[in-house]
């Protein structure tokens, strides 16, 4: 028997939707029969993480009035904890209730599930991004999709048929929630933080692990493989820095490195609680919460994200938050630290920059040992200097009419 | 209403033994006039400790039936969690149940309590120490003090009439599990961690209670005021070198430093969950259990203390153990580390030996930074000074035949 958290929701058990074997080949011969809606990458990483029981115990896309109490009481109609629409948008206008659509990824073309339409209906947008989001502002780039949505939702099960370019772009890394908790069952853990990521690990996320391993039986390092913001480090990158650091500074048997098919919201609190909503079908106890989780610019106040976890109806979910301050090198204290234990003021503390740091490696200049261990800046120099090669490729090529690719 | 965890026992409430004003007057004066019996160290420590509620929900010494239940099932015959026996000892022949007695420290000549003797009995010493030390050696410091004991037992309700010395002696420092309940409400706190202590606090312990803070409300350094070994730093001088590191290298309002008036016992597991029971009362929902917790010589494996946590019936304890690894400074991991956070080997770490230490304080010599803060080496510094000057004095007084106090 398993000593993990159980799956979220009433069942208590993974109920991942994606189709196998010859169930998955009568379903993919018939879905080319069927009428094609298009679909955002958004969408369809919420139909791989439905399909691989991520997010158990949905069954598919939302009906309107599980969309409007998720938005208004973080909860499904049958009253299980949910903290963020999952929905499916279109303009088609002749589509309708009892219709039989196949799913197809906009950017791929690939047929990711089939739905059995149950309900057509609109929402009000500023509404799901006030109550999810707390803002309308339309520069943030959570609300932006939202307003974006096509103004038809659909709601009804789907049978997914794809895991899309994850099981291939990200081998050995791409995690269903079963592989994860065949892991941790392997390792005898009971207690395990997840730490979410969506940057390479410098000396601060290493921290949080730390702190992590020393109170838990294991940390999943678990990274977001979905898509970013235009300008963040890509994912590929991201897990070989971070694979370099698991081997040479972690201690064997205490971390577990996997990714997750989902793109980021920013949506801040709510987005943690969605984290940790899957962090429990992943079989983790606990999620790590730390400053400005899945925030964006000034949004959300830097602990927003750990006071949510206090104001859910108690039981709400199994996996609990484990919520750590700021972390930095202080000189004085000497060694990592963070605004809970060291006492000492800005100027002992090494604080740098995103752009000093970007910087910093785009010209393969070092960082200071205290931010960022060795074999994870040479990652990163490698991969900004490919960047500004390209660019200079690009640049060279284009003054001689001879772009290369 | 309190956030913390609920004192110890099915009342859920604190029940100190301690008289006050007119009872407390009354009691004295009539202990004057009964027949006394003179009690150790040991026992009038555990008096104090029933006195101010620490020991919740004791209402005196074992009967025997306790007594085998404790040392054969961790329970008292109501069936309360209590790990070790609390009992007193007499070799009164006359001496029988129905009598009503005075309690009279032997060092200090205090009458601690009076008891009403409930039934006198006689215990299998072996028993107890095979119990709850795991041994009957007699090298083992706990196993001396209980095959040391006289042969009956008196069991019984106590009014505990007096603190002893902690209150003057340890003014500010030794605490009641009101006191500390208090402090934790009004700073805010639910859960606290319990860091035991019987050293001077170097960087190592330091860095267990750091760990704590990050993810605790804060942490009770909480620091043992009664008898040690022979040998050991005093508990004047611990209580002035970890209020030096408190004030300089803690952020204000995350740690609280106490006392509490008990003897060590050397139990190694069995006392790691006294600790917890006591700790409970004093309001702390977790204590932190490191490497050989309680322990002594190589009676005990380094994690035993850790595991027995896991033995107990669920619900037993309300004070949870958070269990960290053996901890120390590691130069290439650039900070404090533990065994299950540092990846590197011995070369790579600072570990010195207790001789080393007090061989180089004794001399004056520094402790390297990554060992001991500097406040804190000073105040060793100087009192292993004073104790070569003492000696050097008395060295000198004894050939001068004017021996100096």
Redesign the interface.
């Given at each position: 028997m398993s000593n993990l958290v159980a799956p979220h929701g009433k069942e208590e058990k993974l109920m991942p939707l994606l189709l196998e074997g010859d169930e998955l080949k009568a379903e993919t011969e018939k879905a080319k029969s069927l009428k094609q809606i298009k679909i955002t990458s958004k969408e369809s990483s919420n139909l791989v993480m439905m399909g691989i029981g991520a997010f158990t115990p949905l069954t598919g896309f939302m009906t309107k009035a599980d969309w409007q109490r998720v938005c208004d009481n973080m909860a499904l109609t049958d009253g299980i904890f949910w903290p963020v629409p999952v929905t499916l948008s279109t303009d088609d206008e002749e589509v309708k209730a009892g219709d039989e659509l196949a799913l197809v990824d906009d950017d791929t073309g690939t047929i990711m599930a089939t739905i059995q339409v149950s309900e057509k209906y609109s929402i009000d947008k500023e509404h799901e991004c006030k109550s999810v989001y707390t803002t309308t502002d339309a520069e943030h780039p959570g609300v932006v999709k939202v307003m974006a949505q096509p103004k038809y939702n659909l709601a009804g099960p789907v049978k997914v048929l794809s895991e899309g370019v994850y099981p291939e772009e990200f081998k050995g890394v791409y995690q269903r929630p079963a592989e994860s908790r065949k892991i941790f069952e392997d390792l005898g853990w009971t207690r395990v933080a997840a730490l979410q990521l969506r940057n390479p690990m410098h000396r601060s996320h290493e921290f949080l692990a730390?702190?992590a391993?020393?109170?838990m039986d294991g940390v999943y390092i678990h990274q977001l493989l979905g898509k970013l913001k235009a300008g963040d480090i890509p994912a590929d990158v991201r897990v070989k820095a971070i694979q370099a650091l698991v081997d040479?500074?972690?201690?064997?048997g205490?971390v577990v490195q996997g990714g997750f098919p989902m793109e980021m919201l920013y949506a801040g609190p709510r987005e943690a609680l969605l984290h940790a909503v899957f962090r429990q079908n992943y079989g983790c106890s606990h999620l790590i919460v730390g400053r400005d989780h899945a925030g964006v610019g000034d949004y959300y106040g830097p602990f927003d994200a750990q006071k949510i976890f206090d104001k859910i109806p108690e039981g709400a979910l199994k996996c609990q938050n484990?919520?750590?301050?700021w972390t930095f090198h202080c000189y004085k204290?000497?060694?990592?630290?963070?605004?809970?234990?060291?006492?000492h003021g800005k100027d002992d503390r090494l604080l740098l920059s995103g752009t000093i740091v970007r910087k910093t490696l785009s010209e393969g200049g070092e960082l200071p040992?205290?931010f960022s261990r060795p074999e994870v800046v040479k990652i990163l120099q490698d991969y900004y200097q490919s960047l500004d090669e390209k660019v200079e490729i690009k640049l060279h090529g284009a003054a001689t009419g001879d772009v290369k690719k």
């Open positions: 730390k702190i391993v020393e109170v040479n500074w972690f201690v064997e205490t484990l919520n750590i301050d204290c000497g060694g990592m630290a963070s605004m809970r234990t060291c006492p040992a205290e």
